[in-house]
Nanobody, 114 residues
């Protein structure tokens, strides 16, 4: 079992930045990659970014160049640096682990509005 705790969400004006964190605990050795998804009201959950234990990254086209995923293996934490935020980035952001089983965090709200 893996437990994920996300933090760092909030409200920001368009063009602003936020950094999300996701700390993992439990069966850490079972995790091969960690990533971020988001879900806006009325929309399906959307993949944003993933990072492997070796540091390889992949991004959705919608956030490439604006969002950066990183990982601190010593802290079992994955981060999502979000820059140049737009109103359409407003959503609940979820952390996810990939491995023998997949786990989701509880989500953190990000609101981009003037």
């Amino acid at each position: 079992q893996v437990h994920l705790v996300e933090s760092g969400g909030g409200s920001v004006q368009p063009g602003g930045s936020l950094r999300l964190s996701c700390a993992a605990s439990g069966s850490i050795s079972s995790i091969s990659a960690m990533g971020w998804h988001r879900q806006a009201p009325g929309n399906q959950r959307e993949f944003l970014a993933v990072i492997t234990s070796g540091g390889q990254t992949s991004y959705a086209d919608s956030v490439k160049g604006r969002f950066t995923i990183s990982r601190d293996n010593a802290k079992n934490t994955v981060y999502l640096q979000m820059n140049s935020l737009k109103p359409e980035d407003t959503a609940v952001y979820y952390c996810k682990t990939y491995g023998r089983s997949n786990y989701w965090g509880q989500g953190t709200q990000v609101t981009v509005s003037s």
